[in-house]
C-alpha cells in the first residue's frame, strides 16, 4: 500500500535549519491490530517533503499499536499540518484554465470546480515545502561549479514499502564505467511461457532519483501483468553529463536481451518506460536501438516524458509554469545540467521530438493537466500518429507532474498502472 498520509514530528536540526521530522502511515490492519510505520528525514527531498518512519526499532517489523498510537491512527485523514519553514502556509497558485478541448482522451475523475485540480493533486501542492524549487536550483548550480555534494541531501532515498506476491532480485549490468544495479520485479506466480519485460527508467531531472522512487511503481506493475519489470540505475547529472545516463540505458536494456532466457523473459517482448526524464531516456535509447540495429523495442510507455530540451514557449510551459511541482525554472536548471552545450539540446538523441517519428515503436504516452511538459508530449504524439505510429494518448484530467513516484497521488498513480497494463495487454503480454 501507498502512504496516504503525512504527519509532522516537531523535531529541529541544528546542521540544518529547517528540516524536519515527518512520519506517513503506510499500512492499518483492523483485523491484525497493526500499523506499519516507517521514517526517516530529509531536508527538502527532492520529491516529498517527508521519508517514511519505523515507529519500532527494527525495520521492516510490525508492532501491536498502542491505545495512544490507535488514537493517533485515527487521524490518518487529516491532512498534514503546515510546518514554519518547512511546508508552506501559503494558498496553493490557482491553476489555469482547462483548455476548452484537448487532442488527447482524459480520465473522468472528479475535480475541484474552484480549481480544476483533483483534490489530491490539491492537497499535495498544498503542503508542498516553501521554496522547494528554489532550494533545488541552487544545489544543482553549486553542483555544476564543482561541489557536486550539495546534491547529496536531495539524492537521499530509502526503500519503499511493496506489495506481496512480487520476487526482487537486484542484480547488475556492466555499464561502460564499470558495474551497475538492476532490479528486477518479478512475478511469484510461475509463468508457462517467457514473459514480456519491462524496462522502466525512474525521474528526477537526470540529476535526482533513483531505483527505490520508482519501486512501487514496477512492482504493482509486474504484479498486474505478470510482466518482468526492470529499474536499472543510470549515471546522474552534472557530474555525469550527456550521453552517459543513455549509454547506460542501453547497457541495461542490452544486459536484458542478452540474458533473457536466465529470467525466463520473452525478448522480443521487452518494453521501453519512464516518467518525465526517465521517459525521455526511453524514447531516445528507443531511438539509438533503431539507429544502430534497425530494430525496435515492443513499445514504449512514457509518463509525462521531456520530448524537447530545447526553449519551449507552449501554453502550458507558460501556464504551469510555476507552483505545480515541476517550474519551469527548474527544468532548464535540468536541462543544462544533463547537457551543458545549448547547442547539443536540438539533436534527436536529447530531444526526440526533432526525431523521424517512424524511428518509434507503438506508444503509450500520458499528460498531466497542469504540468508544463503537457504540450510538448502532445506534440510528441501528433508527429507519431502522423506519421502512422500507433500511439494511445491519455491526458490526466486535473493532475500535476509527478504521479509515478510521488506519494499522495495515489488516483492517477492507480490510473497508470492501469494504463500501463492495457497497453501491454494490446501488445500481446
Not at 498534514?80 to 484537448?102: H, I, N, R, T, Y
Not at 500507433?390 to 510521488?406: D, E, K, L, Q
Request: hydrophobic share 40%.
Amino acid at each position: 500500500m501507498r502512504p496516504s498520509a503525512l504527519f509532522p514530528i516537531f523535531t529541529t536540526s541544528k546542521t540544518q535549519p529547517g528540516l524536519t521530522f515527518l512520519f506517513t502511515i503506510s499500512h492499518f490492519s483492523k483485523k491484525k491490530n497493526l500499523m506499519t510505520i516507517r521514517s526517516g528525514k530529509i531536508a527538502f527531498s527532492e520529491y516529498i517533503p517527508a521519508r517514511m518512519i519505523h515507529m519500532n526499532s527494527t525495520p521492516g517489523k510490525k508492532k501491536p499499536m498502542s491505545p495512544a498510537l490507535k488514537r493517533f491512527a485515527a487521524l490518518s485523514v487529516i491532512p498534514c499540518l503546515a510546518l514554519s519553514g518547512c511546508v508552506s502556509d501559503k494558498a496553493e497558485p490557482a491553476p489555469p484554465p482547462a483548455p476548452e478541448s484537448s487532442p488527447a482522451p482524459e480520465t473522468c475523475v472528479p475535480v475541484q470546480p474552484e480549481t480544476g485540480l483533483h483534490p489530491q493533486a490539491a492537497e499535495f501542492l498544498r503542503r508542498q515545502p516553501a521554496e522547494l524549487a528554489a532550494r533545488q536550483m541552487e544545489a544543482i548550480r553549486e553542483a555544476r561549479n564543482g561541489n557536486p555534494a550539495a546534491l547529496a541531501p536531495w539524492r537521499l532515498t530509502e526503500e519503499p514499502l511493496l506489495p506481496e506476491g512480487v520476487k526482487i532480485l537486484n542484480l547488475e549490468y556492466e555499464s561502460e564505467a564499470g558495474p551497475r544495479a538492476l532490479r528486477l520485479f518479478l512475478p511469484e506466480s510461475a509463468a508457462e511461457t517467457p514473459r514480456a519485460a519491462v524496462l522502466y527508467l525512474h525521474g528526477g531531472g537526470w540529476v535526482l532519483g533513483s531505483i527505490q522512487r520508482c519501486s512501487s511503481f514496477c512492482a504493482e506493475l509486474a504484479l498486474k501483468t505478470g510482466a518482468a519489470v526492470a529499474a536499472p540505475d543510470y549515471r546522474l547529472a552534472p557530474e555525469a553529463p550527456w550521453p552517459a545516463a543513455l549509454d547506460d540505458v542501453l547497457a541495461a536494456y542490452n544486459y536484458l536481451t542478452t540474458n533473457a532466457d536466465d529470467y525466463n523473459i520473452d525478448p522480443d517482448r521487452l518494453v521501453l518506460a519512464g516518467d518525465s526524464a526517465g521517459g525521455q531516456l526511453a524514447a531516445t535509447a528507443a531511438l539509438k536501438e533503431f539507429e544502430t540495429t534497425e530494430e525496435k523495442p515492443a513499445g514504449l510507455i512514457l509518463f509525462y516524458p521531456v520530448v524537447t530540451l530545447e526553449p519551449d514557449s507552449r501554453e502550458s510551459w507558460k501556464r504551469c509554469g510555476k507552483g505545480f511541482n515541476l517550474d519551469a525554472d527548474l527544468m532548464e536548471e535540468f536541462n543544462a545540467a544533463y547537457v551543458p552545450d545549448p547547442a547539443q539540446r536540438k539533436e534527436p538523441l536529447v530531444s526526440p521530438l526533432n526525431a523521424a517519428p517512424e524511428s518509434f515503436p507503438p506508444v503509450l504516452l500520458v499528460t498531466a493537466e497542469y504540468d508544463i511538459l503537457r504540450d510538448q508530449a502532445t506534440d510528441f504524439a501528433a508527429g507519431l500518429r502522423k506519421a502512422g505510429v500507433p500511439v494511445r494518448v491519455r491526458r490526466y484530467r486535473g493532475a500535476v507532474h509527478g504521479f509515478i513516484t510521488f506519494p499522495g497521488l495515489e488516483i492517477f498513480f492507480r490510473q497508470g498502472v492501469e494504463d500501463a497494463a492495457s497497453f501491454l495487454d494490446g501488445l500481446g503480454r
